[in-house]
């Protein structure tokens, strides 16, 4: 990941991120950093980028041209054009799925506005992204561009040392994290919870998600009233499938449930979900002539929901050495009929889940809708 700011102020940006754990990123080659100063780029000899506002007022704005320039430069060093963040209060607040989507960039550019601003016609041309890290207002842009750089190199391959650090968080699940102790086992009068020292990792776990309920409701509400139960129900042939599966709930939820509807037992039982619950259904694209069903609904039959938010995973396709009566293909939309049918709202699919960006953005999307509250959503169509 390369990180380009454009800034007036570039010492502030090197002294900020050149320590600690992105210091160390950039040592390995994680991580790479660039300055532009966008006085460099200006047309006077004085090095002046701003000029008295239209229309009067108070303050400065910067103009177009050093900006424009600026950006430029840095793109023609890139080879060609890039994503361009302006940091401004105007911009969508920045929340995780904002920061995995920027992860998956190669580079970006950050731009960093002082005094009033900048000359909007040039932001018109270079801005792909406005984005804005809370509801105040600073001096500048470069505290935002270093907030923001910060938490889009935790997502970047290399740069934590625990890779697991990054997905299980505060805010996972719109879910505060729970509590941490470490060494001693107690202090001040204070002891570990017992559970921490059982060595039963489901019963820790069960512990961890009680607590990150608790204390996002009591210090966070206003993420619990988005938070959803993540339920994947699926069918796998193979164990590589069911990887797979397993893969990419844990990459949405670290408490999701699993059920394999391949088990009779499951099928047969019923499996009710309400708005609060999130269903991901995942099923191959073709199934054999000796499935148990004969098609991919009949998997779901035992399945209601209540106008519960659902999204689909469609994985596999025939090779073109199989015998073409080995198979039984259904489209895509006959599933999600049948699943809208049954209570489900389906708000995204993913035909290609082997391609691990495709997946990333299949869930990307579904983890923004959440942020954005999908269970308001469904309360209003309903």
């Known amino acids: ?21 992105l210091g160390k990123a950039m ?31 108070a303050g400065m704005v910067m103009e177009a041209e050093p900006v424009y320039r600026a950006c430029k430069s840095v793109e023609a060093g890139i080879g060609r054009p890039a994503r361009t963040v302006y940091l401004t209060p105007q911009g969508r607040v920045l929340n995780q799925a904002i920061v ?24 018109e041309e270079v801005v792909t992204d406005y984005i804005s890290i809370g509801d105040y207002v600073l001096t500048g842009g470069e505290l935002g561009a270093m907030v923001l750089i910060d938490a889009v190199s935790r997502f ?4 934590l040392s625990n890779e697991e650090s990054s997905q299980f968080e505060s805010l996972q699940d719109n879910l505060l994290e729970y509590p941490h102790y470490t ?20 019963k820790i776990e069960a512990w961890r998600h009680e607590q990150s309920v608790k204390r996002t409701k009591e210090r966070r509400p206003d993420l619990l009233k988005n938070a959803v139960t993540v339920t994947c129900a699926f069918y796998a042939l193979e164990e590589s499938w069911r990887e797979l599966i397993r893969q990419t709930t844990e990459e949405m939820t670290r408490y999701g449930n699993l059920l394999d509807v391949g088990r009779k037992k ?26 148990p069903v004969s ?53 995204d699919t993913c035909q290609n889940p082997e391609s691990s960006r495709e997946r990333r953005l299949f869930l990307l999307r579904l983890r923004e809708k959440i942020y954005q509250g999908i269970r308001k959503e469904t309360a209003t169509d309903a």
């Open 1 to 21: 990941m390369n990180f380009h700011v454009l800034t007036l102020f570039p010492d502030m940006i090197e002294q900020g991120l050149h320590t600690s754990i």
């Open 27 to 57: 040592e390995k080659g994680c991580i790479t950093l660039e300055t532009t100063n966008i006085r460099d780029f200006s047309a006077n000899k004085y090095n002046r980028v701003d000029d008295y506002p239209y229309g009067g007022g």
């Open 100 to 123: 995995e989507e920027l992860a998956m960039e190669e580079d970006l550019i950050l731009l960093c506005g002082h005094y009033e601003g900048i000359d909007e016609r040039v932001l």
């Open 156 to 159: 970047v391959p290399g740069v």
């Open 183 to 202: 060494r001693p086992e107690e202090w001040h009068g204070k002891k570990v919870p017992p559970v921490l020292l059982s060595g039963d990792h489901r």
């Open 266 to 291: 499951i099928r047969k039982q019923h499996n009710t979900f309400g708005s609060g619950d999130f269903l991901l259904f995942a099923v191959p694209s073709i199934l054999p002539a000796d499935s």
């Open 295 to 347: 098609a991919q609904e009949d998997f779901f039959q035992s399945f209601r929901g209540h106008n519960t938010p659902a999204a689909l995973i469609y994985y596999g396709n025939p090779t073109e050495a199989e015998p073409q009566d080995s198979i039984l293909r259904i489209p895509a939309d006959r599933l999600i009929t049948s699943l809208q049918n049954q209570g489900f709202r389906i708000l």
